[in-house]
Structure formats: C-alpha cells, structure tokens
C-alpha cells in the first residue's frame, strides 16, 4: 500500500509538470545554463528536463553551459529554455547574472525558466532583477514551492509565475532500474558542505541507526575520471575561448561531452550510491527527492535558507515515507 501511495505521489508530480509546461513550448527551443559540474542533483534535473523534452514534437537547436555559450542567431519564435533549480537569487550569483543577460540578448523571445527555488538576502539586489525581468514581455519563471511562488508573484508580477515541481520527477522508473543497487543492511548520513549547509544536532536523529556512513555526492568526495575530462576540456576551451574559430570548435567538443556523457554518467552514479542504503539521513533537497524516486525511507533536514523545508511542505509533506526536521530557529 505504501508503494502503491508514493506512486501515486510520483505520477502527480510529473503529471503537473506535463500539463502546465508542455502548452507553453510550441516551437523548437533551445536550452541553457546546463550543470557542468560536479552537484548530481542539478544533473539529476537536467536529466528530468531532457526526459521531459523527449515528449514534446519540437528539436532542440542548441544546449550549453554558462561556460560554453555563444550566443546563437535564432528567429524570434524559438524558445529559450533555462535550467532550473535552486541558484535564482544572491546566493549563487552567476546563474542569476546568466539569466539577466539571455533576457537582454534576447527580447523578442519566450523564456521560460524552469522549476526554481528563488532566495534574495539583500532586498535591493531583488528589487535591481525585478525590474530587469519586467522589461521582457515574455518571460515565464516557474517557482519550485510556495515560498518562491509568493515571493515571485509580489515582487516579479510583471512576468508570468506557475508552481512546479522539481524536473527531477520525470525521470523515468525504468532508467531508474537500471542502476539500482542491491540494499545493503547501512544508513546514510548524506551531508552538504557548501553555505546552504544547515547544522542540527544530528547525533540524536543518527543514535537509533547502525552502520552509519557519511557521504557528500560521490562526485563531490572522489577525483572521478569523468570530473577529470570535463575539467580538462572545460580548461582548454578557456584557453581557446579568446579565439572566435578555435573557441567555437571546443566549445562544440565540451557541450558534447558534457550532455553524451558526463550527464548521464552522473545520473548513473548518483542512482547506484543513494540506491544501496537502507535509510538516508540526508541534508540535500536532491537527496530526499532521489530517495523519494528510489521509494526509500528517509529523515529530512531543512537547509540554511530554508529551500528544503519550502519544497517538503509545498510537495512532499504527506509521504509517509519522509520524516522533516526544522530549522532550530
């Protein structure tokens, strides 16, 4: 029975996704910002997305990094597509900067970022991106919680707000399966080290738990070979960048990989390591959504700004399946 209700929560949350999203792109597209790094859970969204995409009758004209992009020549009913997640705001600043720029070079277009958690510390670099956005006639932001939603719906009301879930959710089971690892009788304790790590008193959740590891992203903890070409190929396209042919020539070679390989080796990765835990303690929003793709039993910790406990009560509130701790205010 309990299986039988996450299902169901599961099919919810992609159905959602299909049914407010798919309307808005009806041309071909092109999509950016990709993750080409080493956080499983951005990839684990571009992942969902690109899944996502496969439904829809249109051709992707170009994918790219903010390390690799180069402005396209498109006509104005191809749509721009950019990645979501959680760096919309003044904490992880560069993806926000991307987005105000693709919003400028292109103000004839239809832009729709997908799912995002949005958080601003400072109150005027918020009010500076509204009034930005607002400029652009045809700009979509889809808010990943309710917190999001509000904020984006008072402040960002010149531009159009929908309420979705993480990308994430339409990664198929049947992808799933195939890297799935056999449970091994351990508990994993899975925790960030980055700002938007949130301390708690763990030692009281972990003590009624044996054989407990604790891990970050195994991408995040190892020098993966993966990690390694990507890095090498990513250094000499900075190298050849300054150079309009050589650039153009190694960023074609970085996007390929990056989308051909490295994706879909993290995904891999990601599945096989968070697959083989009996239970997951885990610090990460991509964590607890994996784990709830996986049907695993987990507690839930919110993060610094509270992007976990926003999402949790906005989606994911009646699985039975997840126990939420709050932030010690």
């Known amino acids: 029975m309990v299986q039988k209700k996450a299902i169901g929560m599961l099919n919810f949350l992609k159905d959602k996704i299909m049914v407010e ?8 597209y092109i999509f950016l910002d990709l993750p080409y790094y080493t956080n499983i859970g951005d990839t684990l969204i571009w992942k969902g997305t690109e899944e996502f995409l496969k439904t829809l009758p249109y051709k992707c004209r170009y994918r790219a990094a903010i390390e690799t992009y180069r402005k396209p020549t498109i006509s104005r009913d191809v749509i721009i597509l950019l990645q979501g997640g959680g760096n919309f705001g003044d904490i992880w600043r560069r993806h926000t900067d991307f987005c105000l720029r693709i919003i400028h070079e292109f103000p004839e277009n239809r832009i729709i970022v997908l799912p995002q958690t949005v958080y601003y510390a400072d109150i005027t670099v918020l009010k500076a991106d509204a009034e930005r956005m607002a400029k652009h006639p045809n700009l979509t932001i889809c808010a990943r919680d309710l917190v999001t939603h509000e904020l984006l719906k008072t402040n960002f009301s010149n531009n159009n707000i929908l309420l979705l879930p993480d990308m994430a959710f339409c990664i198929p089971q049947s992808y799933l399966n195939k890297y799935i690892q056999p449970v091994e009788d351990k508990t994993l304790f899975f925790k960030r080290k980055d700002k938007e790590f949130q301390s708690f008193d763990f030692r009281k959740h972990l003590r009624n738990h044996s054989n407990v590891e604790e891990h970050e ?22 190298i050849f960048s300054r150079f309009k042919f050589l650039g153009a020539i190694t960023a074609k070679v970085v996007d390929w990989y990056a989308i051909h390989i490295y994706m879909p080796y993290l995904v891999k990765i990601g599945i096989q390591f968070l697959s083989s835990y009996q239970y997951i303690f885990t610090t990460r929003l991509h964590g607890a959504i994996l784990a709830v793709l996986l049907q695993k039993t987990i507690t839930f910790f919110d993060n610094s700004y509270g992007k976990n406990s926003s999402f949790y009560n906005t989606w994911l509130k009646d699985a039975k399946e997840i126990e939420f701790v709050e932030r010690e205010l």
Do not use: C, F, Q
């Not at 999203?21 to 071909?28: G, S």
């Open 217 to 238: 992203w195994p991408s995040m903890e190892k020098r993966l070979i993966g990690n390694n070409i990507l890095n090498y190929l990513k250094s000499a396209h900075g």
């Open 21 to 28: 999203v798919t309307p808005l792109i009806k041309n071909d």
